[in-house]
């Protein structure tokens, strides 16, 4: 169901030139061509297409290579196309949505408080949701917009996610010890944070809030792919 789909287009023509024609980059992948042209003039090719991490099944499975030469007014092109699948590294965690290319996700409806929350993440092979990017803040949201009634009180707004000052007091720091401000993503409310708490939720219009670790919001998890 969640396999993963790539074609590896090269046009390669007899003026030196590769064209790399994905339809969209991929942080996990890493392509490299190699052209070099002999003394009678071949033209030697190498094409080395490496996909991040792969299960321990490994190698790809339907390798398909295709050839065909592709006329235009001005020149006869090569085109070689390869088309190949490769499976998830391990199958999603249950409850857990993927977002190709960034992750899986889940929105813990039922409030813990922040280290049980993290310890929860973490049974599921996950950790306390980190936002990178304003696209993996836009998953927040829709995980958010989905359920919008999570408690009937004012925590309603709020979920919490792996961020804390709770090692250096108005130091906010990942799970994983990262400087918030190297995640990718710190914005803050107007007046956040204001240090009546240690610990971070996220709000459902995406700003950031310190509040205290012992009261009992969602929570989001994460798992990398
Ligand atoms: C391409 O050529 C360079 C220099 O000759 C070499 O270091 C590199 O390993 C080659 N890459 C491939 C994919 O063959
Ligand atoms: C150039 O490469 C072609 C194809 O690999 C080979 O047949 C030919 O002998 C090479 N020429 C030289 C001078 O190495
Ligand atoms: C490769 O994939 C493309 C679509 O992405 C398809 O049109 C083409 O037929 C495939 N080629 C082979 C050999 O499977
Ligand atoms: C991030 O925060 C740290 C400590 O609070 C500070 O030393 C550093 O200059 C900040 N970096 C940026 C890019 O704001």
Redesign the pocket.
Known sequence: MFLTHFVLCILYTMIIGAVDCFPRKSTLSKLSINNSQ???G?W?SKIQFEHGVVNKQGSPLDLKLEQAIVSSERDDVVLITANFTVPPRSTPPEDYELIPGLGFYKLHKEPENWHTARVMCRKEGAYLEIINSHFELSVIKMLFDRNPTLTDDWRNPYAFVGVSDLQKHKTFVTIFDEPLNATGYSNWHPGQPNYDGNCVVVQRTGQLHDTGCEIKFPFFCERGL
């Open positions: 002999n003394a009678t071949h030697n």
